[in-house]
């Protein structure tokens, strides 16, 4: 089992005990699951609500599809597969009708 760096000095010989991971280097203890709740991405849909892997959504607007003639209607139902960081296109999403594709946040809203 590997262990993260360290979030402060990025040092590479954290070691844990027991639920803790601790720095050896700049003596930091962190634990690692409440760190993932913080730095988790935080994403919202059109009325500003968070949005969750898992949520099931509803596009807030007609989409064109890159790079195909297909139009994603208004109210076409999806569900968030996966999170990413990112300006726009934050969504990994399974759209019904139109399979897995990347959509923007603020595009949808949750259902
Ligand atoms: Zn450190």
């Not at 700049?26 to 500003?48: R, T």
């Not at 296109?89 to 949750?110: I, N, P, R, S, W």
Request: aromatic share 4%.
């Amino acid at each position: 089992m590997s262990l993260p760096p360290c979030p402060k000095c990025q040092s590479e010989f954290v070691y844990e005990d027991q639920s803790l991971l601790i720095c050896p280097e700049c003596a930091f203890e962190w634990n690692p699951q409440e760190l993932a709740e913080e730095s988790a991405i935080k994403v919202k849909d059109a009325n500003g609500t968070l949005l969750a892997e898992g949520d099931k959504v509803t596009l807030a607007k007609d989409l064109k599809v890159k790079g195909s003639s297909l139009v994603l209607k208004i109210g076409t139902k999806a569900v968030v597969r996966r999170i990413v960081e990112g300006k726009d296109h934050q969504l990994d999403c399974k759209v019904d009708g139109a399979g897995e594709m990347m959509v923007t946040a603020a595009f949808v809203k949750k259902s």
